[in-house]
């Protein structure tokens, strides 16, 4: 354990001086972004600005300052959860974005979950199985999951799951006219069930299947493919033989040996493709009127609310880095080096 | 004809017929001159129907691929221009330069397309042309990467290093050594820019922050097309179709070529 910590804490600490500075760099950069946007945000905010009610919202939000100042309270502000108020509808950027970043963050785990699963089902069964209808649909997967986009999957989804079977709702979150849950963590789901409520459960679980299918091909393709190309490797082929000529059943195989050895891979492909992720969480909440924090961004985006836009930027581009840098320092943790099972089936005694 | 050479010639086909789009229709694309129809489906006049506002859904499908393959063509060359800026100063220049250069560009790579779209629209005007350069500059720090890779590759490739003993000129070097093993790769990356630009510009299209109520974009035609989802779904699987297919093509194209070339290694 001593030893772990030892050979992780250069590496932990790395990369939390990294994170420090995305923060520093990412934050200057769009402090001066969005000064650099023609006409005075004070006056945009105000409905009747007069010169008197200007300057005195200008000194009251602190840019009558010199730039270095106004840069130092705005990283401030930032770090300390001052995150401004809407141009346009007046709340607290901060109010907003504790509403709908739950419905997002639901979204994603959902069809991360689904995808991850997926994904590695396929690869592990395609490889340990040498099922060719696996392998074509891995092939299916990962050409569909690429290239065909996710905005046209989700109508398509909606047309078949909503409007041919009736299975599921055509959008939104929850019934409306259904109770929802006591909030406690913002997810409708776990919500229902800290609340022991199954029937909500279900009603959450129903709104949430098509967005999170949708948004599970990507991740899935990718994890497939990923752990197809890793599973190649002669090496661990030799493993895969020398278990099943042992007895060993594929199920037993696949979850109690190949998994552990693939584990490093998928928390890489979960790092590096989170951005990706985020993004298609946005397409996905326009499709199915998720009410998430893609859909209040675009929102702003087209009203030109710089406060928001500035701020949930900051907070998503932080989100990401921290994903990545996290899943980076897991990946060497469950790696063959961290773990202790290797391709050569050393752990396997 | 191999399989790799139909498909090329497929895709080839396909762009053209889609620019050709921009040029003629046989209806115009936004004219609603069909009212007394609006809503049907298809007839021998209008082979993919009418939509509500009586425009002919053919017409405005072979103008939006147009649309979007000008675009996403734009953006796939405007990622490879700064991608090649990129490596020229990050090759040519001092150290610390080059260290900037890789840094920030892996970055850069975490962040998806449709945030840098938003960045951009907060600042510039809502256009397609916005939109494009979001990708490309989205796209770049991926075709730098991609770029690099391959130069670094053919650069210290064995029969370079001794072309180069011989006195090879750089212009030489570059005409018969690296380009002739640049050129597949190159092409490779080119085409998987494209189908990237096509789809990042379509999903930005179709979020609605492309500004121009007229653009007739694959995407942009999807969005506006998704209130008619389940009155007439054919308004909405016409679109995504030819988009999909365009991309499928892209890919298969990409895919034929990277067996070929693990088939010779090997």
């Known amino acids: 354990m001593l030893e772990h910590a030892r050979r992780f804490a250069p590496v932990a600490l790395r990369q939390l001086a990294l994170l420090a500075a995305v923060l520093v760099v990412a934050g200057t950069a769009l402090f001066f972004a969005v000064r650099a946007i023609p006409g005075d945000p004070v006056s945009l905010r105000l409905k009747n600005p007069d010169p008197v009610r200007v300057a005195a919202e200008r000194a009251r939000l602190g840019l009558d300052r010199p730039l270095a100042v106004q840069w130092w309270l705005h990283q401030r502000s930032f770090v300390s959860g001052d995150w401004g108020h809407s141009l346009t509808t007046g709340r607290s950027v901060r109010e907003d974005f504790a509403e709908f970043f739950p419905a997002t963050l639901e979204l994603a785990i959902g069809g991360l979950a689904l995808g991850v699963l997926v994904g590695v089902a396929t690869a592990i069964g395609a490889e340990v199985l040498g099922a060719g209808w696996l392998r074509r649909f891995s092939a299916v997967l990962g050409t569909v999951g690429l290239t065909v986009p996710i905005f046209w999957i989700g109508l398509l989804l909606l047309l078949g799951g909503s409007l041919l079977l009736g299975w599921f709702p055509s959008g939104g979150r929850f019934d409306l006219a259904a109770v929802p849950p006591p909030a406690r963590t913002g997810l409708l789901t776990v919500d229902a069930l800290l609340a022991g409520d199954l029937a909500a459960c279900g009603v959450a679980l129903r709104h949430l299947a098509l967005p999170a299918l949708c948004l599970s091909l990507y991740p899935a393709a990718q994890v497939c493919a990923v752990l197809l190309a890793r599973l190649q490797d002669p090496k661990l082929r030799t493993l895969v033989t020398s278990l099943r000529a042992r007895g060993l059943h594929p199920v037993r195989i696949g979850l109690r040996h190949l998994s552990r050895i693939v584990g490093a891979p998928v928390i890489t492909v979960i790092g590096s493709n989170f951005g990706a992720l985020l993004g298609g969480a946005v397409l996905t909440e326009t499709v199915f009127s998720w009410p998430g924090i893609g859909r209040y961004l675009v929102d702003a985006v087209i009203n030109r609310d710089i406060y928001v836009v500035q701020n949930v930027l900051l907070v998503v581009l932080l989100l990401v880095v921290v994903v990545v840098l996290a899943a980076d320092v897991l990946a060497r943790l469950a790696g063959p080096a961290g773990g202790r099972e290797t391709a050569d089936g050393e752990g396997d005694s | ?266």
């Open chain 2, 1 to 266: 004809m191999k399989r790799g050479g139909v498909l090329s010639l497929v895709l080839g086909g396909w762009i053209v017929w889609a620019i050709a789009g921009l040029v003629w229709t046989p209806y115009d694309p936004r004219a609603t001159a069909h009212l007394d129809i609006a809503g049907q489906g298809s007839s021998a006049a209008h082979w993919m129907g009418v939509d509500m506002l009586g425009r002919d859904v053919l017409s405005r499908v072979w103008h939006g691929s147009g649309q979007t393959v000008v675009l996403g063509g734009a953006a796939a060359a405007g990622a490879l221009a700064l991608a090649v800026l990129l490596l020229v100063v990050e090759r040519r220049g001092p150290r610390a330069v080059r260290r900037l250069v890789r840094s920030l560009t892996a970055a850069a790579l975490a962040l998806p397309v449709v945030f840098v779209g938003m960045l951009l629209l907060v600042f510039l005007p809502a256009s397609p042309w916005t939109l494009v350069l979001a990708c490309a500059l989205g796209g770049a720090p991926f075709a730098f990467r991609q770029l690099r890779v391959v130069w670094l590759e053919q650069v210290d490739a064995l029969h370079v290093t001794a072309s180069r003993a011989l006195g090879a000129g750089w212009r030489h070097l570059l005409v018969f050594s690296l380009w002739p093993n640049l050129r597949p790769e190159a092409a490779a990356l080119v085409r998987l820019l494209f189908a990237a630009s096509v789809l990042e510009l379509s999903g930005l299209s179709f979020l609605g922050l492309a500004g121009d109520p007229d653009l007739t974009e694959l995407g942009a035609l999807l969005r506006r097309h998704q209130g008619e989802l389940f009155r007439q779904p054919t308004l909405v699987l016409w679109p995504g179709l030819f988009l999909s297919g365009l991309l499928l093509l892209v890919h298969l194209t990409n895919v034929r070529r990277r067996a070929r070339g693990r088939g010779l290694a090997g």
